[in-house]
């Protein structure tokens, strides 16, 4: 097998790859938006409820996370398929550590944008969704781009749920060839190809918006 | 099939008992991946050719999975003829994938030193070692320090990564009851809950110390 059959397996995983990155993201996106939001706003009970879900989600391990969902999910009699799960469990998990992110980001805007809005008659909610969401997503856009490579990566652990991604093809390429450096070493690659230009947009988009705010402090 | 309580609760002393294993993975992984991330961050500063390839390197491995690197040094190392255990083998796959993060604290905590510091160290005619030793180094590890807390709270919820390669850490323990009694969602449960607990008890120590820190150094 050369080199080149083993980059062909590996990237045969790749579809699945990107189905559960993108699969995530549908959990992902609103759970960092409604919880983010939530945290910020919530006062009381309601918010050590939705600061404890938060926690839940974010402060624990990932790949204990996905195999506690995957083993014990159908015992409590819900079956859900494997690309379900890991997308469930993955994205919630990278959707907690975002949460984070949009409430810092709207708690890091200037108060006088808030009473500004009021100023002009805006309600509660007209505020969050016309003046303070926008600034707040784009101030921490790059912090986003970031959360989104941590959760490409973390996609390698559906292989160890039976799904064929990238690392599982890897292992099942190192099956019926003895070549580690070359299937290890194709798939660390194969994983930087895919997440190394992501990067460099996050640098982008943080260079870019760091340069808008030294022009605004210069007006 | 529903799920034994009994059975559940009867598999806690022994996930309980790795919890040493756990902590003491975390903890020196945690200084090698400091280590490694400051020597990286030292040969970056100091330019060149050398410069170049760490940054690369940096780069790469911040574009990789860990589980991926798990796989690649368990695998690719006894290629090359260096048998190393499975435990050793884990801790210097956390070391050098959070070797290339604690690179990035180590220069956003050198940067923060203003310039003058060094030119006035060279003006009294201090050498480039007493320097680093006397005037970076102190000033550096008071800007490091919470951000190296949050990284030992990461490194923490990696460990159970460890338990693809066998390692008996807690997630590897509860995979051992669950391979002898054939019941995988109670021991993974409880490893599931007692993680979180020792996760969210680990980052409100951190947290504590970062607050005492930032209160006797303000100014």
């Given at each position: 097998m050369s080199i080149f059959d083993i980059w062909l397996g590996i990237l045969q995983g790749l579809d699945v790859t990107a189905k559960v990155t993108g699969y995530g993201l549908l959990f992902a996106v609103p759970f960092a938006l409604i919880f983010g939001v939530a945290q910020y706003l919530a006062k009381g009970a309601v918010l050590f409820a939705v600061t404890a879900i938060i926690e839940f989600w974010r402060s624990s391990a990932v790949i204990i996370l996905l195999f506690v969902f995957y083993y014990a999910l159908p015992v409590v009699g819900l079956m859900l398929s494997a690309i379900t799960v890991s997308a469930m469990v993955l994205g919630l998990n990278i959707g907690g550590y975002a949460s984070q992110a949009v409430r810092a980001g709207l708690q890091s805007l200037d108060r006088g944008q808030k009473e500004a809005g009021q100023a002009l008659g805006l309600s509660r909610s007209m505020i969050l969704l016309l003046v303070e969401l926008p600034q707040a997503l784009v101030a921490m856009s790059p912090t986003f781009v970031n959360h989104f490579i941590q959760l490409v990566k973390a996609t390698a652990l559906v292989s160890l749920v039976t799904l064929t991604d990238m690392t599982f093809r890897a292992k099942e390429i190192a099956q019926i060839e003895y070549n580690p450096v070359g299937i290890y070493t194709s798939l660390l690659l194969a994983y930087f190809v895919v997440c190394y230009p992501i990067a460099i947009l996050g640098r982008w988009l943080e260079a870019r918006i760091s340069s808008g705010r030294e022009l605004a402090r210069g007006l | 099939m529903g799920f034994d309580f009994a059975f559940a609760i009867s598999t806690v002393p022994t996930i309980l008992g790795a919890i040493g294993t756990t902590l003491l993975v975390a903890l020196i992984s945690c200084l090698g991946a400091a280590g490694i991330g400051f020597g990286f961050e030292m040969l970056r500063r100091s330019g060149g050719l050398s410069g170049y390839a760490v940054r690369f390197l940096i780069d790469f491995i911040r574009a990789t999975p860990v589980l991926a690197w798990l796989y690649f040094l368990y695998f690719v190392l006894p290629f090359y003829g260096v048998r190393l255990g499975a435990l050793t083998v884990g801790i210097l796959g956390l070391s050098v994938y959070f070797s290339g993060y604690l690179a990035e604290v180590f220069k956003a905590g050198i940067d923060a030193i203003p310039k003058g510091q060094q030119e006035a160290s060279r003006a009294v005619g201090l050498s480039r070692l007493d320097t680093i030793i006397f005037i970076i180094a102190p000033q550096m590890l008071r800007n490091i320090a919470a951000p190296l807390g949050n990284y030992f709270v990461s490194i923490l919820k990696a460990t159970p990564y460890l338990a693809v390669l066998a390692v008996p850490e807690m997630l590897g323990q509860a995979f051992d009851i669950a391979s002898e009694?054939?019941?995988?969602?109670e021991p993974l449960t409880v490893a599931g809950i007692l993680f979180l607990i020792l996760a969210l008890a680990i980052s409100q120590a951190v947290k504590r110390v970062e607050t005492r820190l930032l209160g006797s150094t303000r100014r």
């Open positions: - | 009694t054939y019941r995988y969602a």
